[in-house]
């Protein structure tokens, strides 16, 4: 049965995201001990320090996403590791909750923002998470522990336990339209 509830897609912005991780995408910062460079050809900064977690390697990813369900049945999370992802060809919806005090996910704390092609999120480790798209498919980079990669697609492939990661189902929740909710923030 799903939520009669409607889990309302949220505007990105760092004090929004602050309880599950960090906005990426930000403007350049005024400096402030932040390192960074600028000149008429270039700018660049420090964005955010990655944590793989004690003995990672941190792996680059090219995610495709593809499902534009607007009900979320499952969430998942990664127990060691940081995990940032970053919409390259379009906008992609990400909806997470914090884990409670046993580690399964608080569904009080369930949200979903809109991810702008161009900015990203860097998820804390145990934070639950889902992934969806408003028009078909969307093409990420994902930052992440290159064993945390192997462990889950050896869960997704085979009857191995995940070591690293956990996806759980949840009591289905519904998202609002994927497609009403861009064009409101786009109005």
Known sequence: MTSNT????NVLTPQAFSAYGWMLGKPMPDGNGVPLFSNPA???WQEHVFNTGAGGDAELL???????????ASLEKHLLTQQAIVPLTGEIVQVVAQSASDGSPDLATLAAFRIPQGQGICMRPGCWHATRVIDDEVTCLMLTRRSTTVDLIQHLTTDARASESAIVAIPPQQ???LSQAAQAVDA
Do not use: H, K, M
Not at 6 to 9: A, G, H, K
């Open 6 to 9: 409607q889990l309302e897609v």
């Open 62 to 72: 090219w995610v495709n996403y593809r499902s534009p369900s607007t009900e979320v």
């Open 175 to 177: 998202l609002e339209d």
């Open 42 to 44: 270039t700018d660049f």
